[in-house]
């Protein structure tokens, strides 16, 4: 469950909830290829439903957002109907992987993008998500807005390759250390006495 939706049961009273976020395999999203420029040919992709009817914000919707980081940041790649491994390989061969998260959580994509060796840049949430004790702060970066995204973040982290690469192998290792499907089952295993 996520965050939220933990604290509104503990808040209700529930005694027995617990939060336990997503995780990844690392066995499908990996490191196919290394960090280095040329290996990485998309400047800036993001891969999920595309969502014109959802609102972001008051204003933009989910697709108005994916259309922004496709037409600000060439050469780019954005689409959906991806399976996991293909996802992996195409993350594999970005500098940047964009999160767009639809409600305030933390996104499975998230933690996707990472494994893969992309720098994760993702929409700063409005209600505590968890996201901070979750990943070390200088493994991702935060978005407020679609100018903040294709004006502000992804150019500042196109031009500051050690920044970006130094803080997506930090992110992939501690994801893979410590956000894995295996982590999250010896959570459940703890949470039902079991370990």
Known sequence: MDLINYQA??????????????????????LDH??????RVYNATFLGSY????????????????RAIDAANKPSMVANGFYSFEANKIWNVSKIGVDVPIVEFVS??????????????????????GLETLMLPYCYDLYESI???????????????NIRVEGAKAARDFVIKNH????????LLQIVGLS
């Not at 995204?149 to 390759?161: G, Q, W």
């Open 9 to 30: 049961l503990v808040s209700n009273g529930v005694k027995n909830a617990h939060w336990v976020p997503g995780a990844v395999d690392p066995t499908i999203f990996k």
């Open 34 to 39: 290394q960090y280095d420029s040329d290996k």
């Open 51 to 66: 969502d014109s009817e959802v609102k972001i914000t008051a204003n933009d919707t989910r697709l108005d957002y994916i």
């Open 108 to 129: 499975f994509r998230l933690f996707q993008i990472i494994a893969s060796g992309a720098f994760c840049v993702t929409r700063k949430p409005r209600v505590e998500t």
């Open 147 to 161: 100018d903040d995204l294709t004006n502000n973040v992804i150019p500042n982290l196109l031009r500051r390759d």
């Open 180 to 187: 894995t499907f295996k982590n999250r089952a010896e959570q």
